[in-house]
């Protein structure tokens, strides 16, 4: 049932504060469907109000009570009035063993997820690091709205509200967009659009969340072209993926081992080994030599000429006695 047990965790805090100030972020997700809640603090000790707004959204939008709460031991969940507040509305608590993560998985797996993601999408756009918090809220939409879970062919918001969600109006993170500007003081010959950068979808409007670069601020908009035509996704190679340790390898993904060279000696020695093929239409009476010794090349005879010199029972001194020696005198021939 939904609300049996609720994640809750906080990340942070990031060296680059966003637009509003905010350095955490709180994630809070509902074990039954997975769906997930994302909120921004300044500081870890809002994590208690941020809870309670939580919890009067979730109950009123399922009719369910939650049951328990899961977190870690930080301080932000174990002030006295957090405790006090749970004791009141009978929320059981969880808590995970100091330095053992994986207890509390769901929601520090989450956390994970969030962050390369974002990150991903920050360095592939060239967005400011300081848009961190709409990078994260974006993240999010995208996880309960096409996220399916294993063994499951719902989504998270299907799970949650009971129907499906269209996502039809999802634009590419950090592209530029062009804002209808709304002044009512313009002139006739002054641009009626802004440029601007796409920072995803506003949680309280049905519109967009743009950067407007004339303003300098984050302004909401439903009338808003994205420019897309000329992203081409960057091409990542095997290369610049780095190997993670967690992660072992794969017998399949293991370098095949190199074929070892064989001496050059014993290859010249097969390339010499004559054949004891005759072409059919060859007459025989044009063959020179014996038919069993095969067919010499040129470049077999030159191979076997310059090994002559070594055939020699002795090694001449200089170049006369070289001379008087046939197999140093073919050899200084070749």
Same mark, same amino acid.
């Given at each position: 049932m939904p609300l049996e047990?609720?994640?809750?965790?906080?990340?942070?805090?990031?060296?680059?504060? +966003? %637009?509003?100030?905010?350095? =955490?972020?709180?994630l809070s997700i509902d074990d039954f469907s997975r769906f997930v809640w994302l909120g921004h603090m300044k500081h870890k000790d809002e994590a208690f109000e941020k809870f309670k707004s939580f919890k009067a959204l979730v109950e009123n939008e399922s009719g369910y009570k939650i049951k328990s709460l899961r977190s870690d031991r930080g301080g932000e969940f174990i002030s006295n009035d957090f405790f006090d507040f749970c004791e009141e509305n009978g929320i059981r608590?969880?808590?995970?063993?100091?330095?053992t993560p994986q207890q509390n998985e769901v929601v520090e797996r989450m956390n994970r997820t969030v962050q390369q993601m974002a990150r991903a999408m920050l360095d592939e756009s060239g967005t400011l690091a300081t848009f961190w918090g709409e990078a994260a809220?974006?993240?999010?939409?995208?996880?309960?709205?096409?996220?399916?879970?294993?063994?499951?062919?719902? +989504? %998270?918001?299907?799970?949650? =509200?009971?129907e499906s969600y269209s996502v039809k109006h999802f634009k590419i993170f950090g592209r530029k967009c062009y804002i209808?500007?709304?002044?009512?003081?313009?002139?006739?010959?002054?641009?009626?659009a802004d440029e601007g950068i796409l920072l995803g979808y506003s949680p309280h409007n049905k519109a967009y969340k743009c950067y407007n670069k004339?303003?300098?601020?984050?302004?909401d908009s439903i009338d808003v072209v994205v420019d897309e035509k000329g992203y081409i996704p960057r091409h990542v190679s095997h290369e610049d993926i780095e190997e993670n340790e967690d992660y072992p390898k794969k017998q399949n993904d293991e370098e095949e081992e190199e074929p070892q060279e064989e001496p050059e000696e014993k290859i010249r020695i097969e390339e010499k080994t004559p054949s004891r093929y005759v072409q059919?239409?060859?007459p025989e009476s044009q063959i020179l030599g014996q038919k069993e010794a095969g067919v010499q090349t040129r470049r077999t005879v030159a191979e076997a000429s310059s090994y002559l010199a070594l055939l020699?029972?002795?090694?001449?001194?200089?170049?006369?006695?070289?001379?008087?020696?046939?197999?140093?005198?073919?050899?200084?021939d070749e």
């Open positions: 047990l609720v994640h809750t965790d906080v990340c942070g805090p990031f060296r680059k504060r +966003t %637009p509003r100030g905010e350095e =955490y972020l709180i608590r969880e808590f995970s063993t100091a330095r809220y974006v993240v999010v939409v995208i996880l309960k709205k096409t996220n399916v879970r294993v063994n499951n062919t719902q +989504t %998270p918001h299907e799970l949650w =509200y009971g209808k500007n709304t002044d009512e003081q313009l002139g006739k010959l002054e641009p009626r004339r303003l300098g601020k984050i302004v059919k239409n060859h020699s029972s002795t090694e001449p001194q200089n170049v006369k006695e070289a001379c008087k020696d046939e197999c140093w005198v073919k050899a200084m």
